[in-house]
């Protein structure tokens, strides 16, 4: 038997169902309910909600048929301008199933060309009444303004740590899993609010039926907070050697790639105690480093290199 995916099984059916976008669901019960929607954006960060809402509200405006009134399509691998006028436009232009209109469901749209926006507005506007666009963005802002005007434009808020881990201790129970309060919230500070990879993680996390926070950092290939913390304070007291040695530890032994020990590093220091202008100044070699190791560098030297700037001014002379 297939293993199934947890983003899929647990994925809300119905609009009450989401979690904490109140906001959003309100208005489009309120439009199921007249029987008709506009054109909608919905931007957000990822695992908010986005493309749950979207099929939800497809299952409730057209009950059984919403397979068949709903073209899904991830403008990020569909990008040109050929997908608009081809299978988007074939699409809009067919006779809804048992409606009056089906829906054109463009997850990733902000990816789209400019040419193949220019095409999708016209689109929009020839087909308006037998076809209503949902377009899924990160960023609405990269969405020409002809298209952003004859939309409603939604905005997914990330969770909260509360949300996210009602959502994962319900999942974790329904698959008889024992989950510790400390997992709990190691999946949140990992995933920042972000549904879908908290439910994936806990997934990749389920060959053991007791996860412990442990589990979930070494499933998760990210830096324990405590490691990071102990590194940048080697560092603050003048201890070089010891702070290298504990970079080491988490980049040889732990086999955790730059950026997330950078990542960690960065939400580390807002609890340092150490003046603000020196958490602005530690920010700003971190940022420093990440931009040279896109650019090629050398990992384990730039982070070196701003453990060293950490150190106090008298050990820098």
């Not at 899929?8 to 929607?37: D, F």
């Not at 999708?120 to 990160?138: P, W």
């Not at 999942?171 to 609010?193: C, H, N, P, S």
């Not at 290939?221 to 070089?240: C, E, N």
Request: aromatic share 6%; with cysteine.
């Amino acid at each position: 038997m297939p293993v199934e995916i947890w983003t899929e099984k647990y994925r809300p059916k119905s609009l009450g169902e989401v979690v904490n976008q109140s906001h959003v669901t309100t208005s489009l019960k309120a439009w199921v309910k007249e029987g008709s929607i506009p054109h909608l954006i919905f931007a957000g960060p990822a695992g908010t909600g986005k493309t749950t809402c979207s099929i939800a509200l497809a299952r409730e405006l057209f009950g059984e048929a919403w397979r068949e009134n709903i073209l899904e399509l991830n403008a990020s691998d569909e990008r040109g301008i050929d997908v608009v006028r081809n299978r988007i436009k074939d699409f809009a232009r067919t006779r809804p199933i048992g409606t009056d209109f089906h829906i054109v469901f463009l997850d990733e749209s902000d990816a789209l060309t400019p040419e193949a926006q220019q095409a999708l507005r016209r689109t929009m506007e020839k087909y308006v009444s037998s076809c209503r666009f949902i377009l899924s963005c990160n960023y609405s802002s990269r969405l020409i303004e002809p298209i952003r005007s004859r939309c409603s434009v939604f905005r997914f808020k990330r969770l909260s740590k509360e949300d996210v881990e009602h959502y994962v201790a319900r999942i974790a129970k329904g698959e008889g899993l024992k989950i510790d309060r400390e997992a709990l919230e190691a999946v949140y500070e990992i995933t920042e609010g972000d549904m879908r990879q908290a439910t994936n993680l806990l997934q990749a996390c389920s060959s053991s039926k007791h996860v412990t926070r442990e589990i979930v950092y070494e499933v998760s290939s990210q830096a324990k907070p405590m490691d990071i913390r102990d590194m940048l304070g080697l560092a603050l007291k003048g201890d070089f050697a010891k702070s290298r040695e504990k970079l080491y530890e988490l980049t040889i032994t732990q086999g955790l790639a730059a950026e997330d020990i950078i990542r960690g590093m960065h939400h580390a220091i807002y609890e340092l105690d150490v003046p603000d202008s020196r958490k602005i100044g530690i920010i700003k070699d971190l940022a420093e480093a990440e931009f040279r190791i896109n650019q090629g560098a050398t990992p384990e030297i730039q982070l070196e290199c701003v453990l060293a700037c950490m150190l106090p001014a008298k050990l820098q002379t």
